[in-house]
């Protein structure tokens, strides 16, 4: 008897769940003016972009390439979708969104699929929508081409999700910069640099993968993850708290302060650890040697 009643609360739980989360989308689109159903139609269209640095699209994937030949933006979707999409370049500012008091609603996965080629950049910011709008459920993707550089800046903001190429490397002689926020995900990351200052924070996650790194300068917090297992890094300084989460892994020296996280590290016999632990935190440590 006592498992019907479980089964029937969990059926009464789902639909109750299932009808909020329905009413919530239903109030989104009714916010809007108008809504638009991609037709299946797919055309192309072509646009310069001539000094471009900033990207903001609401949905999509892009392919970007930062040293290309050509400053220029190509995408590929629904025609009625395509011809409701405002895309306007202001100070370096490329922004695809959709007209004012539109509702867009694309029928083919990927929603949008487009290039951008940009020219000798050495600072780079993504944005996609916030975690609150309509378009939260298209997560914008930009996959970025190698690179080979001194210096190199990336920012990601939103409901974004950036990747590097299949065999690409991001690589810098002197220093880059990576900078997460409100929920961006930067995946399948390779890069080679002497100093990598990455700082994540409200719920943003990376993977490095394939990465050598001289020195990692790296800040964890707001319920951000880093995961870096696969990397190879001499010596990092970490600043970790607010439910921060991290696995990494270290040859010489560690230092930092872990307030109200966690961290977990395979570290080689001889490397020097000088943590500070505050709080709820949880430190795991695990020496090479001990590894099977």
Not at 116 to 133: F, R, T, V
Request: aromatic content about 8%; glycine content about 6%.
């Amino acid at each position: 008897m006592f498992l019907a009643f479980k089964n029937i609360f969990l059926v009464a739980f789902l639909v109750f769940t299932h009808q909020i989360v329905q009413g919530t989308e239903q109030q989104v689109v009714a916010a809007y003016e108008r809504v638009v159903i991609g037709s299946g139609n797919l055309v192309k269209i072509e646009r310069d972009c001539p000094g471009v640095h900033t990207i903001y699209c609401c949905f999509g994937d892009f392919d970007i390439d930062m040293d290309a030949a050509e400053e220029k933006l190509i995408i590929e979707g629904e025609e009625n979708i395509i011809s409701k999409l405002e895309i306007t370049i202001d100070n370096g500012l490329l922004r695809i969104s959709p007209q004012p008091g539109l509702c867009l609603i694309p029928t083919c996965r990927p929603s949008l699929k487009g290039s951008i080629g940009l020219k000798n950049l050495s600072n780079l910011s993504l944005a996609g929508p916030d975690a609150q709008g309509m378009y939260r459920m298209f997560k914008t993707r930009f996959a970025l081409e190698a690179i080979d550089k001194e210096n190199f800046f990336l920012e990601v903001t939103g409901q974004v999700r950036v990747c590097a190429q299949p065999d690409c490397v991001l690589r810098c002689c002197a220093m880059m910069g990576i900078k997460a926020c409100s929920g961006a995900e930067l995946c399948n990351f390779s890069l080679q640099a002497h100093t990598l200052v990455l700082e994540l924070v409200k719920d943003s996650f990376m993977s490095l993968d394939n990465t050598f790194l001289q020195e990692l300068q790296v800040t964890v917090k707001e319920r951000s993850t880093l995961f870096g297992l696969e990397a190879e890094i001499d010596d990092i300084y970490i600043n970790m708290k607010e439910t921060g989460w991290a696995q990494i892994n270290a040859k010489r020296y560690v230092t930092g302060i872990i307030e109200d996280s966690f961290l977990s590290m395979n570290l080689s016999p001889s490397l020097e650890v000088e943590l500070v632990k505050n709080g709820h935190s949880i430190i795991e440590i695990v020496k090479k040697e001990e590894l099977t």
